[in-house]
């Protein structure tokens, strides 16, 4: 029992210290409590349904901010992960039989071959090329997937890909608690070593290379490594679905991507996923205004992005809390002086 209470005080005094210490950490973990408690209050098919495709493209939109928006790498065609993962994932299923579990992490790789297969001849691109020549990307993909309908299905997809899990609540948990880890792992990635590379390579690659960094090796890492997470989702979508078509790879999914990330805020990971969850669920509101949906909710995009440039998240937070000028640590707007070094705050 002793040392069940040491470790006890020991991680209580880290949550404290770590996550009590300031309001966004709170609404995180707030965040991560609704998510998983949800259901115990409400267990509505439709809501539950929703929340599913919303945990799924938040994992998507987070993926986007790790290779766009901390790298600088300008990514217009992000489903092209998405959709190859999908695909993959419906192909092991149908054609192979792999189960969820298998079929989606492979799914996932093929979505990194994808990257690779991008991110080799994008390096030497920047700004305006790099974002039209990977919009091209799924446009080529989709093509080939209409010129091969043996395997692809062509125009209507694959069906009949075996469901996630046995019941829509357990898609739920599965889905929510997915995003909630590879949201966590994202972001850790982004608070690393590796982070800090694949930031200071957005805000001056020549510096980075002049002081031996092989920033070409961690563009073509952040590559892969937002395909996994993006493959993740897609894989997911092709078993909620229980389908693969044509509609993972359209342009105009690389875009909603790409509002869902910047109405958050990007650089962040969180504001992407929180992006989603009030976009997505928005629209699906609105449908109760068919014929002004899409124009209330570019309404609301744009009013937002115009008063708040940054993002909403980073806007709300920068209300409730404070950088320290000397150590770059953050604290509650409240406080007077920093609560790691002392340092004036005002």
Wanted: proline content about 5%; overall charge positive.
């Amino acid at each position: 029992m002793g040392l069940i209470g040491y470790y006890f005080r020991r991680g209580w005094k880290l949550f404290r210290g770590e996550v009590l210490v300031l309001p966004s950490r709170v609404a995180v973990l707030v965040f991560a409590l609704a998510v998983l408690l949800l259901p115990l209050f409400n267990q509505d098919p439709y809501l539950l349904r929703i929340l599913i495709f919303t945990s799924i493209f938040a994992i998507l939109a987070a993926s986007w901010d790790l290779l766009s928006g901390f790298t600088g790498q300008m990514n217009f065609g992000h489903a092209l992960f998405f959709g190859v993962a999908a695909y993959c994932t419906a192909i092991l299923n149908i054609r192979l039989d792999f189960p969820p579990w298998f079929s989606i992490p492979l799914g996932a790789f093929g979505a990194v071959l994808a990257g690779l297969i991008i991110g080799i001849p994008c390096l030497r691109l920047r700004g305006t090329y790099l974002a039209l020549t990977t919009l091209a990307f799924p446009i080529i993909l989709m093509g080939v997937v209409f010129a091969i309908p043996d395997l692809t299905g062509g125009e209507l997809g694959i069906s009949g890909v075996d469901r996630l899990s046995g019941s829509r609540l357990n898609d739920y948990y599965i889905s929510a608690v997915l995003m909630l880890g590879l949201g966590f792992i994202m972001w850790k990635i982004t608070d690393s070593k590796t982070g800090i590379i694949l930031h200071a390579i957005r805000e001056d690659e020549v510096a980075v290379r002049a002081s031996g960094v092989n920033t070409t090796l961690y563009k073509l890492f952040a590559f892969c490594l937002s395909g996994f997470f993006a493959g993740i989702a897609g894989g997911l979508y092709a078993h909620i679905m229980r389908t693969a078509g044509p509609s993972t790879l359209e342009v105009a999914l690389s875009f909603q991507i790409v509002i869902w990330a910047v109405f958050g805020g990007i650089v962040s990971i969180y504001g992407p996923i929180a992006g989603v969850f009030i976009l997505f669920p928005l629209l699906e509101f609105l449908r109760i205004l068919p014929k002004i949906r899409m124009l209330v909710f570019a309404f609301i995009v744009l009013i937002t992005l115009l008063y708040m440039p940054e993002g909403l998240i980073p806007w709300i937070r920068d209300k409730i809390e404070k950088e320290c000028p000397r150590c770059k640590v953050r604290n509650v707007a409240t406080r007077k002086t920093c609560r790691i070094c002392t340092a004036d705050l005002d």
